[in-house]
């Protein structure tokens, strides 16, 4: 039982709260949880006209379950997509849009400071697959333009990247990827829909890692691809059906009431990563901040442009030091010094995380990969979460005020 039809035009902050609200017959006010592999069906005829697709009805969760409808739905209707689809995992997301979107023989463009696994997956698992990629500068839009070939099918952007928040600007490249019939696709797993749709901005695939800030709170993995009904529903839900990438209903559900304070979340922690990534830049023992909210971000005008003005939750920091040991041994002396921060390589959770992506969550690329990923050993990053500001500053304060 769908709740009451929503009048149109609804703000994203009442989208997050209220579409798709999905109730069994007992009217629970909050979302009902489907928790369920298969659905028991009036009768043989019946379960044929819906096992054949032609009748409207839930048989089996891996093709289909209320409570990851709703999510799906609900996501749809933030990103401003007419129609998203579920995953198990963020990685599971771009899986699904690699080995939907392209075949052997095609060519894909990305940016070359991309979250580790996806640089991973597009550039090192496709190749097995005869699909070729190229990693550009994300910034610099003539580089992806100098780098489309005839049989180019996709532009994949992440936009703050992960760990250094560079941007790209997501018209632009949608200009340069319809221009050539590829199609564009924009990870926003650190922007969420709060700060930025892609979709509005001509992004054809809007891609999501809800492990992140949609969940907010560290608890499940999901993912999801929204985009349009013939390519996101018919294509990827086909496959997705066969394949078994699905997000299960129960991370679904939770991934949902993290949803309803996405807005919030976001903005708090967006309105204190700017204060913080301040204080950093005033810090002796801090090399330089990567933040796109800080005037000094080279970005900075696009990030304000294209992120309804906010910078995000997400920055980082080099330490001072001289070589690659020293670095490491500064940037692991400020992360081990911290009481308060969580050493985890999470991102978008309402308790702060701090990790030192060289050694983790880009640990797994070629130094020569981590170079022209700009991810150096003094780097550190911060997701910054709900804790008050003082008792942030102090917990960093612990490390860089006892570095020599
Ligand atoms: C920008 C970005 N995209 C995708 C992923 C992958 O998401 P998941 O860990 O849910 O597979 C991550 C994970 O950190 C990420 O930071």
Redesign the pocket.
């Known amino acids: 039982m769908t709740d009451k039809k929503l009048p149109p035009g609804l703000h994203p902050d009442t989208l997050a709260v209220r579409e798709a609200v999905e109730r069994s017959q007992w009217g629970e006010h909050s979302e009902a949880l489907y928790l369920a592999s298969s659905f028991v069906q009036p009768n043989a005829e019946t379960a044929a006209r819906r096992f054949a697709a032609l009748e409207e009805g839930y048989t089996y969760t891996r093709t289909g379950n209320p409570t990851v409808t709703s999510f799906e739905r609900r996501l749809a209707a933030m990103e401003g997509t007419e129609c998203a689809i579920a995953t198990s ?4 997301a ?1 899986l699904l849009v690699a080995l939907t979107v392209l075949k052997t023989g095609d060519h894909v463009i990305c940016s070359q400071s ?2 580790g ?2 640089i991973k997956l597009l550039g090192t698992e496709m190749a097995r697959f005869g699909v070729e990629t190229s990693f550009v500068s994300q910034t610099d839009v003539e580089a992806w333009k100098a780098a489309i070939r005839p049989n180019t099918r996709m532009l994949f952007a ?1 936009t703050p990247t ?1 760990p250094l928040t560079d941007l790209c600007d997501i018209a632009a490249l949608a200009d340069i990827a319809h221009a050539h019939g590829a199609l564009l696709a924009v ?1 926003n ?2 922007a969420t829909p709060v700060l930025q749709q892609p979709a509005k901005l001509g992004a054809d695939l809007v ?1 999501h ?4 800030f949609l969940d907010g709170q560290g608890r499940v ?3 999801a691809v929204c985009g349009t009904v013939a390519l996101v529903d018919k294509v990827m839900g086909t496959f997705l059906r066969s394949g078994g990438l699905n997000l299960s209903p129960f991370n679904a559900w939770v991934v949902m009431k993290g949803m309803e304070t996405l807005s919030l979340r976001v903005k708090a922690e967006s309105a204190a990563a700017l204060e913080l990534a301040r204080w950093l830049e005033a810090h002796p023992k801090v090399a330089r901040v990567y933040y796109p909210g800080l005037e000094s971000h080279p970005q900075h005008a696009l990030a304000m442009r294209q992120q309804n003005g906010m910078g995000g939750a997400v920055l980082a920091f080099d330490v001072v030091g001289e070589g690659a040991e020293q670095l490491r041994a500064n940037a692991f002396h400020v992360v081990d010094s911290t009481l308060l921060c969580s050493i985890t ?3 978008g959770d309402v308790k702060t995380t701090i990790t030192h992506p060289a050694s983790t ?1 880009h640990g797994r690329l070629t130094e020569e990969q981590r170079q022209s990923a700009g991810v150096g050993q003094g780097l550190i990053r911060i997701s910054v979460g709900l804790e008050h500001l003082d008792d942030l500053k102090a917990d960093l304060l612990r490390g860089l005020d006892t570095l020599t």
Request: proline letters at 0%; zero cysteines.
């Open positions: 995992t963020g990685m599971s771009i991309m979250f696994s996806t992440e992960n990870d797993s650190f891609v890692s809800g492990t992140k993995m999901a993912g390589a999470n991102l969550s």
